[in-house]
């Protein structure tokens, strides 16, 4: 049978700067919908043009109370993860196509872990956070982990490299950039909600047991003075996302309003190590003043020196990364 087809129509009224929404909906084509016999109700809106104005007649509050969205369960947890959390139906799943979180062999693998670890516990078909969950989501700085809609970017770049439309040596930078600027957040986060001892899990028990090495606090107290004194260096410019001083430190050179803004670059830097250059103060004082930096002797997988002219540029998938063009 033919699908159903409705002639939807939005007006969006200007009051004081306010916007109010207004959709009509006419159904043209019954399609299906005559073989059940039912009849619509037709929601019309009256004429109208573009710019017209027009007198507000009334305004009147309603008091209405809004009703917890119902608990996932097996099946609607596994259709978020699909739809990368979109509330869409199965017709519309195509507009989507690419993005998703996780794949149809691994979804079920991952609420099965989220669940051995403590993190959601199951009642009946329900599934419900703990608060061990619902503290990481608090306190874990590295929130684009939480964010359906980055997840889902990157299974779709993953998808795009099986379509020819994206790269793997692209892809596999922009995660190490990610790897990188969130091991950093972590160590480095000045708001120390977080520790950065590792532990290890046990299914036995279900319990984290410590990794650590009874003679690591010595070192660790010793990382973290020579920390304090790399950040006292004086700043090399300004951020070019939210303004903020940009200071060396041990591992690279940081925006010091880094838990916000996320700008930063590592000396280890993969990417420029494919060139045999690692990031200097006078690249990265060159990039925050004028946007380039000039590079000489830069090494070309034919292994011949070139001179490159290096920009730090955030790409239309919303990562940091370089850009190299040869200095003729």
Do not use: H
């Not at 590295?142 to 970017?153: A, H, I, N, Q, R």
């Not at 490299?161 to 972590?186: A, C, D, H």
């Not at 050179?253 to 930063?264: E, I």
């Amino acid at each position: 049978m033919p699908p159903a087809e409705y002639e939807n129509t939005e007006v969006k009224t200007d009051v004081n700067k306010n916007i109010f929404l207004t959709k009509g909906k006419v159904l043209k084509v019954k399609g299906y919908l005559e073989v059940y016999n039912k009849e619509e109700k037709d929601d019309l809106l009256p004429m109208m043009d573009k710019n017209e104005i027009v007198d507000v007649i009334e305004i009147k509050p309603l008091s209405k109370q809004t009703t917890p969205p119902k608990p996932y369960t097996e099946e609607t947890l596994l259709r978020a993860m699909k739809n990368c959390g979109k509330n869409v139906s199965d017709d519309d799943t195509t507009v989507l196509s690419g993005y998703s979180i996780g794949t149809s062999a691994t979804r079920a693998e991952v609420l099965k872990k989220i669940g051995q670890v403590g993190y959601v516990s199951k009642k009946g078909k329900s599934y419900f956070i703990t608060d061990l969950g619902q503290n990481l989501v608090e306190i874990f700085p590295v929130k684009e982990l939480f964010d359906v809609d980055y997840t889902g970017k990157l299974e779709k770049s993953l998808s795009d490299i099986q379509k020819g439309q994206f790269t793997r040596k692209e892809y596999l930078n922009n995660i190490m950039n990610f790897i990188w600027n969130s091991v950093n957040l972590i160590k480095y986060d000045r708001q120390k909600k977080i520790s950065t001892e590792s532990f290890t899990y046990n299914a036995k028990t279900k319990k984290f047991v410590s990794d650590k090495n009874p003679s690591s606090s010595k070192k660790s107290t010793k990382t973290d003075t020579k920390t304090s004194k790399s950040s006292e260096n004086t700043a090399l410019g300004k951020c070019p996302v939210c303004g903020g001083d940009v200071m060396e430190s041990e591992k690279g050179f940081f925006c010091t309003n880094y838990n916000n803004c996320k700008y930063g670059i590592f000396k280890d830097d993969k990417y420029l190590q494919l060139f045999k250059k690692r990031p200097t103060k006078t690249i990265v004082k060159s990039l925050l003043k004028k946007g380039d930096a000039k590079v000489k002797s830069m090494t070309g997988k034919d292994g011949n020196k070139f001179d490159a002219i290096l920009k730090y540029e955030k790409n239309d998938k919303g990562y940091y990364g370089w850009l190299i063009k040869k200095d003729s």
